[in-house]
């Protein structure tokens, strides 16, 4: 079984979400949980951006005991400097150098030519092979480049000393067919990549970032980039939980494995919610409120008699408390028999099949059925019956 190595960017990309600005402070506190949760790589910070986030990567640097710190630089000599005296205090440390390899962005963002993106390639990595032993080079913009091109620069990085190469779909515009296809002609035609790891960073603007990623790992990537949430530049990054559980629970047809303690994910996933300040769906997969939960009759019936029949993970197995039955309109008598009985409210006495008519009758234009509300309608039924009597 393939092992897949986790690089967390949440840090890093993630951070650079719009609104989520973390301070030092809370960058630790959520390295910790990464680290805690077994990720293989933390991408730590951007240190040329700012003081602070030198001081975070550097900071990050001292405390990780698992992962792998590691930090991003452009193609100058400064950037690279900037980082390698950032981490100077850990043993475990990576560098990631990036540059657009796109025509689009060659031309209107870097105004450079591919022969002077190909000099800049061969030069920065052989300039940080002397500093550091652990180097990560990625096509920005890579799914929008002539693959052919990424493929010139991947084997000139690997030549100088990449261990890592990285595909970077920057802009969410791949689809999986096409990650798949990549994929398999950048590991059949690159020279030396037998020596380095293929990686992958898919964003989320078409909705594809876990499909994308997911696919890459299939046709031979054993790298995936991915942020807590799926936070990240605009619609975000593919989300790690969902990457993680995907190759887990389908590891029949994924045939990989990854270092994370799955059960650590709903906790992680919260603690960076309340930090980046940026709330997730209910019916966000794996760790929203409503990923184990069942409203409706044949689906509460189901999953009552066998969880597997509704649920294809284990709730405990991400870190959920437990499967969640929610009375509502479309509830049947299994479910609110649970529910009567998961309260403690004695109905031995009483017509369940008519009491469900009557929950049902009286519900039907709510959208949430609480604990309260449940006893009251049960209280109400119950005087009701008396009266009859």
């Not at 028999?337 to 031995?348: E, G, I, R, T, V």
Request: hydrophobic letters at 35%; proline letters at 2%; one cysteine or more.
């Amino acid at each position: 079984m393939k092992n897949v190595k986790i690089f967390d960017t949440t840090l890093r990309d993630g951070q650079q979400s719009s609104g989520a600005n973390l301070s030092l402070a809370e960058k630790v506190k959520i390295a910790k949980m990464l680290d805690k949760l077994n990720v293989d790589i933390i991408e730590a910070g951007f240190p040329i951006s700012s003081k602070k986030e030198f001081e975070s990567v550097k900071k990050i640097s001292k405390i990780l005991k698992n992962a792998k710190v590691c930090s991003l630089a452009r193609h100058n000599k400064r950037d690279i400097d900037l980082c390698i005296e950032a981490m100077k205090s850990s043993k475990n440390k990576r560098l990631h150098l990036f540059i657009a390899t796109s025509n689009l962005h060659m031309k209107y963002k870097l105004n450079l030519k591919p022969k002077e993106i190909i000099e800049l390639v061969e030069s920065m990595v052989k300039y940080s092979r002397n500093k550091i032993d652990d180097i990560e080079w990625s096509c920005e913009d890579g799914t929008r480049s002539d693959p052919n091109f990424i493929i010139k620069c991947f084997e000139i990085a690997a030549k100088y000393g990449a261990r890592t190469l990285n595909i970077a779909d920057t802009v969410g515009y791949s689809t999986p067919l096409e990650m798949d296809i990549l994929v398999k002609k950048v590991l059949k035609n690159t020279k030396g990549i037998e020596k380095c790891n293929l990686s992958v960073h898919c964003h989320n603007d078409l909705g594809m970032g876990t499909s994308n990623t997911l696919q890459s790992i299939k046709a031979g990537a054993n790298q995936a980039e991915c942020t807590i949430n799926g936070i990240g530049e605009r619609a975000g990054n593919a989300p790690l939980e969902e990457v993680v559980m995907a190759l887990k629970t389908r590891k029949d047809f994924f045939n990989c494995k990854t270092r994370i303690n799955s059960k650590l994910l709903k906790e992680s996933s919260a603690i960076v919610s309340k930090l980046t300040n940026l709330y997730i769906s209910k019916n966000k997969p794996i760790v929203g409120e409503n990923a184990f939960a069942h409203e409706t009759g044949i689906h509460q019936h189901g999953v009552l008699i066998k969880r597997k029949t509704y649920e294809i993970m284990n709730p405990k197995d991400v870190g959920q408390k437990e499967s969640k039955i929610n009375l509502g309109s479309q509830s049947g008598l299994k479910g609110v028999k649970f529910k009567l009985d998961y309260y403690k409210l004695n109905y031995k006495n009483l017509n369940l099949k008519e009491f469900v008519k009557f929950f049902k009758s009286k519900v039907e234009n709510l959208k949430v059925v609480d604990k309260e509300l449940l006893i009251k309608l049960f209280n109400d039924f119950k005087v009701k019956k008396n009266e009859k009597n």
